[in-house]
């Protein structure tokens, strides 16, 4: 995390940077903050955007528009899983106007470290009492319906069956992992793999391959 850009000079400063430091961290992922719609074009399309929820001084929806951040790679900052789950709705699901997906590469929360301190667990219906239970019990708690939660939206992969919603939808030949059609010219700089009971995806580089697989918990056909 490089930092908040609250103008569009500071986006354009933090993506200098960022450069600088991918220079010679090639593999590091940098995520800039946008306080502010105009610098939300100001940072390189290749960095990701760090989308501010939770408790934070300036949330998105109060300076940008959802189609901001379409096209975009986003790491989510803040809110529960549920908020969360709804925002990622709204950045990825196809619109009448076109705009590209926005691709969620993560999330993140403090929130069930607070409760926890209160005595208290995460639940998707509301926060459960935990005063039977150690600080790290009740974190352990928290993270275990934090993983039921995503799995019964079917975001979090099946680890029994190694199914994912990469593998099982959509059912194209060959889907890039932007969510659109890979194909000609498109296809000739790509790399293009076939995995286990699912369809082949095309990415853009062996980093973006190697980030895909281990999120999804993809396994390449033989």
């Not at 940098?30 to 001084?57: F, H, Q, T």
């Not at 926060?127 to 039977?132: C, G, K, M, P, V």
């Not at 708690?141 to 799995?151: D, P």
Request: charged letters at 30%; hydrophobic letters at 35%; aromatic letters at 8%.
């Amino acid at each position: 995390m490089l930092g908040d850009a609250y103008t569009r000079d500071e986006g354009r400063e933090y993506s200098r940077t960022a450069r600088e430091l991918k220079a010679s961290f090639p593999d590091v992922e940098i995520i800039i903050v946008p306080k502010c719609r105009e610098a939300v074009p100001a940072i390189d399309e290749d960095l990701i955007l760090g989308y501010p929820m939770g408790y934070s001084d300036k949330t998105a929806d109060e300076y940008t528009n959802i189609v901001d951040w379409r096209g975009r790679r986003v790491h989510l900052l803040g809110a529960s899983p549920p908020k969360q789950y709804q925002t990622i709705q709204e950045l990825t699901q196809p619109r009448v106007t076109g705009e590209e997906p926005a691709d969620i590469v993560g999330v993140d929360w403090n929130g069930i470290h607070l409760a926890a301190l209160k005595g208290e667990f995460f639940h998707p219906n509301g926060y459960r009492s935990a005063d039977h239970l150690s600080i790290r019990e009740t974190v352990k708690r928290s993270l275990e319906q934090i993983r039921r939660y995503w799995r019964s939206v079917g975001v979090w992969p099946d680890q029994t069956t190694g199914s994912s919603p990469l593998a099982t939808e959509p059912l194209d030949p060959v889907w890039a992992v932007d969510g659109s059609h890979a194909d000609g010219r498109a296809l000739e700089d790509a790399i293009v793999v076939e995995y286990e009971d699912g369809p082949a995806l095309a990415y853009r580089d062996e980093h973006e391959r190697a980030r895909i697989e281990y999120r999804e918990g993809l396994t390449p056909a033989p």
